[in-house]
């Protein structure tokens, strides 16, 4: 066990939230703190770091009832604005993934550069209030006679309606570069030929897991925000994996951790949840989420001091590498570097562009700073950590 000369609990600090005593920063504010005082007298100042993130993330979707019919209906097919969901759940039960697209045009061959619809926006629509035309079909039972039904539907409408994402926050991930001599186009955006443009994904140093690089206070029943409301960590997300290089202070130079989420639908709105359309792609969903750092001992305070200059990404061909299935870096970049607007690859310079919103996640970060002040919302202890390496 290491010692520490600070030592918190997280029933302590929800106390001091409680009784209005909470000292709260953003991860951007809590940099100059530790800067100034050092992580010992920055962790016995503060109490609870904010962060935020504002990105396309796929492995995003939504369970929906849409309540029983008249004679029921046991729906195996449901669309939604005419892009499939699926119904193999129960009677009047589906889930809407967020790159579902609309049946028979996935990428719009028909209008190529024209707008993308999908389950993102069908999700977007529902929270914005918009009507959803709900489409369903059943094989007809004894139980359930109904073979077709349509209705209109709102998200009032609906008896109950869950965002269920099951891989959101990645840690890091790649930054993508085309070596090609033709543009391509990926779920990054596109990319053009000979290394003209690269994007990258994250919020550097407001992002939430670049704040808790080993997960000591982020686990399955941590409350954060989603959405725009109050949510949670369900599970490790998909594709969680701790055990890759990592530089100073842990920060990985890789994907890394990821974190399945569960919130209800209907406390959330536009602002955080919106529909993206990918040329030549398809369609996705941007979604907000931050996650409040309890500092519990002057480690944490160190790890949530982060800053972009500490933190490494690699650099992949999007062309060639990357779709192969094992693709291997061209190069390693900072997050600083990726933010300036521009990096140096091979002598090359090269204009950078982010998928995620800086803006949005400072938000992010300010809005759950607020909710944390004011005493409407608490550290959810976790009561089990994500998996993680050895520190």
């Known amino acids: 066990m290491k010692k520490f000369k600070i030592n918190k609990t997280i029933k302590e600090i929800n106390e001091k939230i409680k009784s209005g005593r909470a000292v709260v920063v953003t991860a951007e504010e809590m940099i100059d703190i530790v800067e100034r005082n050092g992580e010992v007298e920055a962790a016995r100042k503060i109490d609870v770091v904010t962060t935020g993130t504002f990105s396309a993330m796929c492995s995003s979707g939504a369970f929906l009832n849409f309540g029983h019919t008249s004679p029921r209906i046991r729906a195996s097919k449901v ?9 193999g759940i129960a009677a009047v039960d589906c889930y809407i993934g967020a790159t579902e697209v609309v049946e028979g045009d996935p990428l719009n061959s028909v209008y190529p550069g024209e707008f993308n619809y999908g389950g993102g926006h069908v999700i977007e629509d529902l929270v914005s209030g918009n009507i959803v035309k709900l489409r369903a079909e059943g094989y007809g039972t004894d139980c359930y006679p109904a073979r077709k039904h349509e209705k209109n539907i709102t998200l009032q409408d609906l008896n109950n309606a869950i965002l269920f994402n099951p891989r959101n ?14 543009t391509i186009y990926t779920y990054m955006g596109m990319l ?5 443009n690269a994007s990258y994904a994250t919020s550097g ?11 000591r206070t982020i686990g399955i029943g941590t409350r954060i925000f989603l959405g725009g409301a109050q949510g949670f960590v369900a599970w490790p997300g998909t594709q969680h994996n701790p055990d890759v290089p990592r530089g100073p202070n842990g920060v990985p130079k ?14 959330m709105n536009r602002e ?10 398809g369609v996705s969903l941007f979604v907000g989420i931050g996650i409040p750092i309890p500092i519990l001992d002057e480690e944490m305070a160190r790890f949530t001091a982060v800053k972009d200059e500490d933190i490494y990404t690699q650099v992949y061909d999007y062309s060639m590498d990357y779709p192969k299935g094992q693709p291997k870096p061209i190069a390693e970049v900072s997050y600083k ?7 140096i690859i091979d002598g090359k310079n090269v204009l950078t562009a982010p998928l995620s919103s800086y803006y949005k996640a400072q938000q992010i970060a300010n809005i759950l700073k ?22």
Do not use: H
């Not at 926050?169 to 033709?182: E, F, G, K, P």
């Not at 053009?192 to 003209?196: I, L, S």
């Not at 890789?254 to 406390?267: D, F, P, Y």
């Open 205 to 215: 140093q407001l992002s939430p897991l670049f704040n808790d690089p080993y997960y």
């Open 272 to 281: 955080w949840l919106a529909g993206a359309s990918i040329l030549g792609y």
């Open 79 to 87: 669309w939604l604005n005419d892009v499939p969901a699926y119904g």
């Open 254 to 267: 890789q994907g890394a951790g990821t974190i399945a989420v569960i919130g209800n639908l209907k406390e």
């Open 370 to 391: 607020e909710w944390i002040e004011a005493g409407k919302f608490f550290i959810g202890e976790p009561q089990l950590n994500l998996p993680s390496v050895k520190i």
């Open 169 to 182: 926050a990645y840690q890091n991930y790649n930054c993508a570069v085309n070596l090609s001599d033709t």
């Open 192 to 196: 053009r030929p000979r290394m003209a």
């Open 337 to 343: 570097e990726l933010r300036s607007g521009n990096i």
